[in-house]
T-cell receptor, first 111, second 115 residues
Framework: AQTVTQSQPEMSVQEAETVTLSCTYD???????LFWYKQPPSRQMILVIR??????QNATENRFSVNFQKAAKSFSLKISDSQLGDTAMYFCLHVDDKIIFGKGTRLHILP | DTGVSQNPRHKITKRGQNVTFRCDPISEHNRLYWYRQTLGQGPEFLTY????????KSRLLSDRFSAERPKGSFSTLEIQRTEQGDSAMYLCASSWWDRDSNTIYFGEGSWLTVV
């Protein structure tokens, strides 16, 4: 069965610093999608970034980028120039037939 | 397109009562998912549909839980004889799923408090 592991339950960084959130997954599929979503206190899930497994190029979205290592089954998220609004719970998702969530990393951006 | 809509957003019920949540996905999305999330935890998979067919149901779902998507559009999640342990947010998501694309849209969740 697919699993997603986020090994950092909680992290804190100073505003403007760079932070990396880790995610590893286990799958037997060759074609799948990986996502990072953030969930602020409002609880609405907000898409941060998406990666198709067949694409070798790492996805980037403004201050957010991923380091996708397919062989290692690793999908880390880097947030550059972190902002107070980045404070949220971050979930790593593996999607093929089902959506499998990691347990999340609670990220605090400190002023 | 108004996104994924969930109703009611909040429900307080007495133990033993039945509750039903509704999810209206983005129109024409063929996949619909239900998850349960408790405070500080990640969402746990409950069930999902491809059109009107329920493809999988988690073992987390006891016989008190049932979900339907009768016409392949909206879905309902019913919990019978609620227990305090059912208190959680019930999250719905939808997507247009095929092998070449998959973008997931989440509702805002339905909060259940069982007293």
């Amino acid at each position: 069965a697919q699993t997603v592991t986020q090994s950092q339950p909680e992290m804190s960084v100073q505003e403007a610093e760079t932070v990396t959130l880790s995610c590893t997954y286990d799958t037997s599929e060759s074609n799948y999608y990986l996502f990072w979503y953030k969930q602020p206190p409002s609880r609405q899930m907000i898409l941060v970034i998406r990666q198709e497994a067949y694409k070798q190029q790492n996805a980037t979205e403004n201050r957010f980028s991923v380091n996708f290592q397919k062989a290692a089954k690793s999908f880390s998220l880097k947030i550059s120039d972190s902002q107070l609004g980045d404070t949220a719970m971050y979930f790593c998702l593996h999607v093929d037939d089902k959506i499998i969530f990691g347990k999340g990393t609670r990220l605090h951006i400190l002023p | 397109d108004t996104g994924v809509s969930q109703n009611p957003r909040h429900k307080i019920t007495k133990r033993g009562q039945n509750v039903t949540f509704r999810c209206d996905p983005i129109s024409e999305h063929n996949r619909l998912y239900w998850y349960r999330q408790t405070l500080g935890q990640g969402p746990e998979f409950l069930t999902y549909f491809q059109n009107e067919a329920q493809l999988e149901k988690s073992r987390l779902l006891s016989d008190r839980f049932s979900a339907e998507r009768p016409k392949g559009s909206f879905s309902t999640l019913e919990i019978q004889r609620t227990e305090q342990g059912d208190s959680a947010m019930y999250l719905c998501a939808s997507s247009w799923w095929d092998r070449d694309s998959n973008t997931i849209y989440f509702g805002e969740g339905s909060w259940l408090t069982v007293v």
